[in-house]
């Protein structure tokens, strides 16, 4: 069997056309088809407060930095999730605060939440692990009685429904990652959804410098060449480049999300008796699950994670880690205080978690012989 990776994303010649349209425009930059693409995404979304960043974590990082938090200013967010989440609220200048996970689902322990809030606490974070979303209901009730703001961390689970309703269309501000190996893709690249339309102006001057107007309204040939500066901002803001194979991936993403569901179920289906596996789990509240990954927990008696991986690269087969503990990383460890043993949930699943291939174009052949091979060097 060719090398399977663990992830690929799905491009077609629609999207390289359009890239190809887009380099002999002359216009690379933020221009007409990044606005094309977040008219879109506010379609998708249902929501018509929607921007486009370079990337999720630019997208975090300027949605906690409108937040203007003060020395001392907390953000509570999950002890399992990519470091990003908590280097963006330590450069928004808060101090982030860590809950420990579900070890089934692998998202924050809503039960947990309320110990973790102080005086000091300004934002929660829930982060929507592989696709499955985080229960909001009783997270938001927490964030109304406390009178705190939520940025959902949504990077893995663009398209993902919570009890009827797609992330992004509700609540208070979601970001969403464009990244490669993402449910859809515009090579890099994120966006912003938020009910706050003041946060969202707020982000549209900090994501290009603290200018008043975007590139595209001061070098068109309706645009003015003059304009002020009112933040000291970023260089955050989305390509053309970027948002013409966002455009045709969009149009899409339901139809790769499905493909996600029927691989993700097959994996449950013919890995449910591999006892030396722990299979990810579901919850007890409505939702669609998008799969951003699959993720299996290995049992470290029967074999080492890194044994584990190793055997199936051997065999061909591509596989990641999605993640290990973020608080023992030494930066957090050194100025955070974390240590072994504050989150046990969340270092059981990031000393023991592996991402199997899971992809659109993933196909049955390759998928039975992923299957037959974790069984094989299992056995």
Known sequence: MEYIPFSKPSIDQATCDEVVDC????????????????EMLSAYLHNPHVTCLTSATAGLHLALAALDFKPGDEVITSAHTFVATLNTIVIAGAKPVLVDIDLATRNMNVNLLEQAITPNTKAIM???????????????ALAKKYHLRVIEDAAQAVGTDYKGKKLGSFGDTQVFSFHPNKNMTSGEGGCVSTCDETLLKKINVLKFHGIDRDAFNRYGKTGSQEYDVIEAGFKYNMLDLQAAIGLHQLPQLDTFNKLRIEKASHYLRELKDVNALQLPGTPNFDCTHTWHVFTVLIDPRRMSRGDFMQALKDKNIGTGLHYQPVSLYTYYREHYGFKPGDFPQAEYCGNHIVSLPLFPDLTESQQSYVIDSIKEVLA
């Open 23 to 38: 380099l002999k425009s002359g216009w690379l930059t933020t221009g007409p088809r990044t606005k094309k693409f977040e």
């Open 126 to 140: 829930p982060v929507h692990i592989a696709g499955l979303p985080v229960d909001l209901d009783p997270l938001y």
